[in-house]
């Protein structure tokens, strides 16, 4: 008992002829269909590149336009001759011209031998299928498909929809339970004659002409009506990609086939030299029987899938460039903005660096240079310490800062003297953790040394760029994990408000602060906010110092925090 | 009422700017038949063309150092044919190309500037020849790479661009440097450029939309970082379109940054997900280019308003080191398509 191939083909015809002298050459009677669209000359150099194989035929020729009945047509009467021509033909195994065996015939043979009476054949009802193109399962069988869906899109799709506002219905003949399935099957001679010469064929062939991608449908619901044992999956790997056509296996592919252990792959590139000499060669010996495992395969497949369509987030490039709010993470990853922070605290960069272990910046949207850790002038990819550079593009400036440095977390501070360009792109970015102490740019004004008239005037400007940049973070459209602290209420008590933003960063869970950073000097700070009003400035975003009564200085004085448990 | 006006203004707007590009594109194109007299055949191979060969078209002067080796990299990645203009050589460029069996060559002493940086020769050559072909436009300073490259050859890249329906594919233009000062960077002439141009800079592109023809712009790399960063907006544009599939109506709109119809430029996905790119791997800062540089100045030849980009061409003459702490070494496709710098989109 052996297996016998019925091959569909149409393009790589010398391909075809290959495969198609390995299987017959080791015993495989070959019935081969080819497209009735291929040109004479061509058909004929196959035909004769052939003619020294007995145990090869060629049926009766089809036009075979995906997702027509040609293709059905065309296995059913290359099956007829397999079945009419070679007796000693069990199992028989549909292929396509552009398939390749990867593992010996005698395996597959082996593999069969003990399987005698199962069909492999991927039969699923439309209920349960997820793969379908254009989302057409079960009205695949009761609507009518007069236009092709590759070249009339339109009509197709119109005709379509009018039929459901019609409500028109094709009627299923009684005894079918529609099933889908892979087009490539292996049937034996019982069920595969008992399909063929079905008493109702002319009926049933009637009714699948007009069903959409009869390929997928035909024999994968006449199976379950003849067959004594179905096993639901393809002996042959194929995959897919999301617009449902098939991906195409080329050289680089070599390893990840022969791990498959499947028995036959498609669709090979036709010049794919070396996995044709790989796979056509003398039969390589193999330690077991192994069951096919296409796992490896399916996984691999499946993550570059999600790369096609989701796209890597927070990358923009040449072929990525996401309109806005597609962007999927308009970053790569999460990041911390500080603002204020470093006004109410000396040293904070180096606190923060030490406290949370991630990589700590200076005002990066400075308007002298981009003060990156450590007072670099090249960072990481690259990157400019050029003011110029950064507000030319301070987009693409973030976004690939965040890009280079994956892995690693970026905190910065911010504050109103910086360019306020990305608040926005900010504060509707998921990635953003923005902390801010509202008010907190008064404090090194009030420890400079200006005229207080340049004071004033300094401060009701910052006052109104914060003012702006909370509106935006309070924006009900925000993303960003924002948290906001007038001045007072963060003087009050530090630690809780820098406890929750650790957490978050958190790469050291669970621990609690046991240093907080030293606090500015903030004595007769009242009397400097008193002093702004009293020049006609009113200072909002601080919250409320009492003149002379200064609380926060208290408590930070002693350096140890003061811990609630 | 106050919406529906400013739909049908948005409409008429986009209907304007179509038709102000279809009237642009066709003046490439007559520019480029008015110019077909300039270019006299050296050596015209193109008979042997056959009907799915890939094209390669491009202008070229004095490149004798750098065009064996890129014959080399294109004929086995493989293109089928190269059909050059030659502006002038005098290094022994046109003998080189008239020898060679896969190329049709052309002459022209014609200005290349006013030629639309070489553009309208070029356009008359893809009128003629590049029709229904997968062509490559480039320079003979660009290598192109483009994801499995080493292991599937341009027919595999443009059957599944085919299948795919992609008319294009984009390549952004990657700044080679070597490690110590340029004219350290010697190589021999025909030599392989990669030998000592082994770094660049991996993350520091900016990438804009312009409206008009739909192209990206991104801008950056070494030369942004070093010789613009006063004046960002100067800084050459690294976007290229260079992997069209032709059609006589095609016309490059700059250099081979943009393309019309507008259409073509959309080689990016703009719903999040990711398309196929390339790079186009550029061997510009080889020793050669301080001499050049000295001479390209005085020639203005190159830019539209070239006086603007005197202090680039003094920069590069004081012979600079490119390289930084932060440069990346060229390694394997696979790690240029980690950087994010190319993408195999849906390709597997």
Redesign the interface.
């Known amino acids: 008992m052996t297996v016998g191939f019925v091959m569909l083909c149409h393009t790589a015809l010398g391909r075809a002829a290959q495969v198609a002298r390995h299987w017959a050459e080791r015993g495989c009677p070959v019935v081969i269909h080819v497209d009735r669209r291929v040109a004479a000359k061509a058909y004929a150099g196959l035909t004769q590149d052939l003619a020294d194989l007995p145990n090869v035929r060629f049926s009766g020729r089809h036009a075979c336009e995906w997702g027509t009945w040609g293709i059905v047509a065309a296995s059913q009467e290359a099956a007829t001759v397999m079945l009419r021509d070679f007796a000693d033909v069990r199992h028989v195994y549909l292929a396509s011209g552009s398939c390749l065996p990867l593992r010996p015939v005698d395996e597959l043979r082996a593999y069969l031998d003990e399987r005698p009476n199962t069909d492999f054949i991927e039969s699923v009802t439309t209920e349960d299928v997820g793969w379908t193109v254009g989302g057409l399962d079960y009205e695949r069988f009761t609507l009518r498909f007069p236009f092709s869906w590759r070249k009339q899109k339109w009509w197709f799709d119109t005709y379509v929809k009018l039929q459901r506002r019609v409500g028109f219905r094709r009627k299923i003949p009684a005894e079918l339970v529609p099933h889908l399935g892979s087009q490539w099957w292996c049937l034996t001679r019982q069920t595969l004659s008992a399909i063929l010469e079905h008493p109702d064929r002319a009926k049933i062939d009637r009714y699948f002409q007009k069903v959409w991608i009869p390929d997928e449908s035909y024999f994968q619901t006449l199976v379950r009506q003849v067959s004594r044992t179905v096993e639901s999956r393809s002996l042959t790997l194929s995959?897919f990609?999301?617009?449902g056509?098939p991906?195409?296996f080329?050289?680089?592919h070599l390893q990840l086939l022969r791990r498959s252990d499947c028995f036959v792959a498609r669709k090979i590139?036709p010049?794919a030299v070396r996995l044709y000499a790989a796979f056509l060669s003398e039969d390589r010996s193999r330690q077991a029987a192994a069951e096919p495992n296409p796992g490896k395969i399916d996984r691999?497949?499946a993550k570059?899938?999600e790369?096609?369509?989701?796209?890597?987030p927070g990358?923009?490039?040449?072929?990525?460039?996401?309109?806005e709010n597609?962007?999927?993470g308009r970053t790569a990853g999460p990041y911390s903005v500080f603002s204020g922070f470093a006004d109410v605290f000396e040293n904070f960069e180096i606190w923060l660096s030490k406290a949370s272990g991630a990589r700590v910046h200076g005002h990066l949207f400075a308007p002298d240079r981009v003060h990156f850790s450590g007072g670099e002038t090249?960072?990481?990819?690259?990157?400019?310490d050029?003011a110029?550079?950064r507000d030319?593009?301070p987009k693409?400036?973030l976004t690939?800062l965040i890009?280079?440095t994956r892995g690693e977390r970026q905190c910065f501070q911010f504050g109103p003297t910086d360019t306020q360009e990305l608040n926005w792109f900010m504060s509707l970015d998921g990635n953003a953790q923005i902390s801010v102490i509202s008010g907190a740019w008064a404090v090194p004004l009030f420890h400079s040394n200006q005229n207080f008239g340049d004071i004033r005037r300094e401060a009701a400007r910052l006052q109104k760029i914060e003012q702006e940049f909370l509106n935006i973070l309070r924006a009900p459209s925000a993303k960003a994990r924002v948290r906001i602290w007038s001045l007072a209420d963060f003087v009050e008590n530090p630690m809780e408000p820098l406890q929750t933003i650790m957490d978050e960063i958190g790469p050291r869970q669970g621990r609690r602060l046991s240093e907080v950073p030293r606090m500015a000097d903030l004595t007769g700070f009242g009397q400097f906010l008193q002093n702004l009003r009293n020049q006609g400035m009113q200072p909002v975003l601080m919250g409320d110092f009492p003149v002379g009564h200064d609380p926060a200085t208290k408590s930070t004085r002693r350096g140890r925090p003061y811990l609630v448990k | 009422m106050a919406g529906l006006a400013h739909r049908l203004l948005a409409l008429l707007s986009a209907a304007g700017r179509a038709y102000g590009l279809r009237t642009r594109r066709r003046r490439h194109l007559w520019r480029a038949f008015r110019s077909r007299r300039k270019v006299q055949a050296v050596k015209d191979r193109s008979g042997t063309i056959r009907p799915r060969d890939i094209l390669c078209f491009m202008a070229v002067r004095n490149e004798m150092l750098r065009l064996p080796h890129f014959l080399d990299h294109h004929r086995s990645l493989g293109v089928d044919h190269f059909l050059i203009v030659d502006n002038d050589s005098t290094d022994g460029t046109r003998d080189f190309l008239a020898a060679q069996p896969d190329v049709s060559l052309w002459h022209t002493p014609s200005s290349y500037k006013q030629a639309r940086f070489g553009l309208d020769w070029v356009t008359w050559l893809q009128i003629r020849h590049g029709h229904g072909h997968w062509t490559l436009t480039l320079d003979a300073d660009e290598l192109l790479i483009y994801p499995y490259w080493q292991t599937r050859p341009l027919p595999a890249l443009t059957a599944w661009l085919d299948d795919q329906g992609l008319a294009a594919m984009g390549a952004m233009m990657l700044d080679l440097y070597p490690e110590g000062p340029l004219s350290a960077a010697e190589i021999a002439s025909g030599g392989n450029p990669l030998s000592v141009l082994r770094w660049f800079d991996a993350g520091n592109y900016g990438v804009q939309l312009q409206p008009r023809m739909g192209n990206l712009w991104i801008q950056g790399g070494p030369r942004a970082r070093m010789f613009f960063a006063k004046d960002p907006r100067r800084a050459p544009s690294l976007n290229k379109i260079p992997l069209v599939r032709w059609n006589r109506r095609f016309a490059y709109a700059n250099s081979t940054h943009a393309l019309l119809p507008p259409r073509l430029n959309r080689v990016y996905a703009t719903d999040g997900s990711e398309q196929i790119s390339g790079l186009l791997l550029h061997t510009k800062f080889l020793p050669e280019i301080i001499a050049k540089s000295a001479e390209e100045k005085a020639r203005k030849e190159h830019f539209a308003n070239s006086a603007l980009y005197d202090d680039y061409y003094d920069s590069v003459t004081r012979d600079p080191v490119l390289w930084c702490p932060e440069s990346e070494a060229l390694g394997s496709w696979r790690r240029l398509e980690a950087l994010g710098l190319m993408s195999r989109g849906g390709w597997i």
């Open positions: 995959k990609d999301f617009q056509k991906h195409i080329y050289d680089d590139w010049d691999l497949f570059a899938v790369r096609r369509v989701k796209g890597r990358l923009y490039m040449h072929s990525r460039f996401p309109q597609f962007e999927n090249v960072y990481n990819g690259a990157l400019s050029s110029k550079v030319y593009n693409s400036f690939s890009w280079n």
